[in-house]
């Protein structure tokens, strides 16, 4: 199947409760209903949404599992990816999605409210505005890696309550060996191509940085 729809997702992620099923489904009409009024995802990509931007998303919970209470940052979340499909994966886990342009935010506001999520918040702030402490920040490709690393730095909490310690998880496609070089950090580079056979994901990673 060229453009899978939400299939893809129960297929990789088969213990879904009905309600999370139905989140999922919903995203599917209202992602393309958004769309066509605010830009938040490539119009040639919308076609492609469970895909290359809901199951992309899922990748970080490939990876993790977070454990209930645990606070996490989406920086330039954009239309919401990753956190909107993280915030119906672990429904106990608060999120604050944050982005620079204010129309993206409403977006996100938008479909959070029309699927019932009670674990977001969206705002629209830069990252190096945001004055609050999480466990993980997470993004989709915002920036190269020594840009982004500022941002965000000194916005980690010190006490780890994972299974791995607190830390960056970034979603990023390509040849990453230049890029995580110049950043100068530890970061551990896991390929998407491990939990998922479609071939988008031949090319995309999820880069861990613990800090």
């Given at each position: 199947?060229l453009?899978?729809?939400?299939?893809?997702?129960?297929?990789?992620?088969?213990?879904?409760?009905?309600?999370?099923?139905?989140?999922?489904?919903?995203?599917?009409?209202?992602?393309?209903?958004?769309?066509?009024?605010?830009?938040?995802?490539?119009?040639?990509?919308?076609?492609?949404?469970?895909?290359?931007?809901?199951?992309?998303?899922?990748?970080?919970?490939?990876?993790?599992?977070?454990?209930?209470?645990?606070?996490?940052?989406?920086?330039?979340?954009?239309?919401g990816?990753p956190?909107?499909?993280?915030?119906?994966?672990?429904?106990?886990?608060?999120?604050?999605?944050?982005?620079?342009i204010?129309?993206k935010?409403?977006?996100?506001?938008?479909?959070?409210?029309?699927?019932?999520?009670?674990?977001?918040?969206?705002?629209?702030?830069?990252?190096?505005?945001?004055?609050?402490n999480?466990?993980?920040?997470?993004?989709?490709?915002?920036?190269?890696?020594?840009?982004?690393?500022?941002?965000?730095?000194?916005?980690?909490?010190?006490?780890?309550?994972?299974?791995?310690?607190?830390?960056?998880?970034?979603?990023?496609?390509?040849d990453l060996?230049?890029?995580?070089?110049e950043a100068r950090?530890p970061?551990?580079?896991?390929?998407?191509?491990?939990?998922?056979?479609e071939?988008?994901f031949?090319?995309?990673?999820?880069?861990?940085?613990?800090?």
């Amino acid at each position: 199947m060229l453009n899978p729809g939400v299939d893809v997702i129960y297929r990789y992620f088969p213990t879904l409760s009905d309600s999370q099923r139905t989140q999922f489904l919903q995203l599917g009409e209202l992602y393309p209903f958004w769309n066509a009024q605010i830009n938040v995802v490539s119009r040639k990509d919308i076609d492609s949404l469970y895909l290359r931007h809901v199951l992309h998303s899922l990748g970080i919970a490939k990876f993790i599992g977070f454990v209930p209470n645990t606070r996490i940052l989406d920086v330039g979340t954009g239309g919401g990816f990753p956190g909107i499909p993280l915030a119906i994966f672990f429904p106990e886990v608060h999120f604050h999605l944050v982005d620079s342009i204010g129309k993206k935010i409403k977006v996100v506001r938008e479909v959070a409210t029309a699927i019932g999520l009670k674990n977001i918040k969206a705002d629209h702030i830069r990252a190096e505005q945001v004055d609050r402490n999480y466990d993980f920040v997470v993004s989709r490709a915002v920036t190269r890696l020594a840009d982004f690393y500022p941002w965000v730095r000194n916005k980690l909490l010190k006490k780890d309550q994972n299974a791995i310690p607190n830390g960056i998880l970034y979603l990023k496609g390509g040849d990453l060996r230049e890029e995580i070089n110049e950043a100068r950090l530890p970061a551990e580079v896991h390929p998407l191509s491990a939990y998922f056979e479609e071939d988008f994901f031949e090319t995309k990673h999820l880069v861990y940085i613990p800090v």
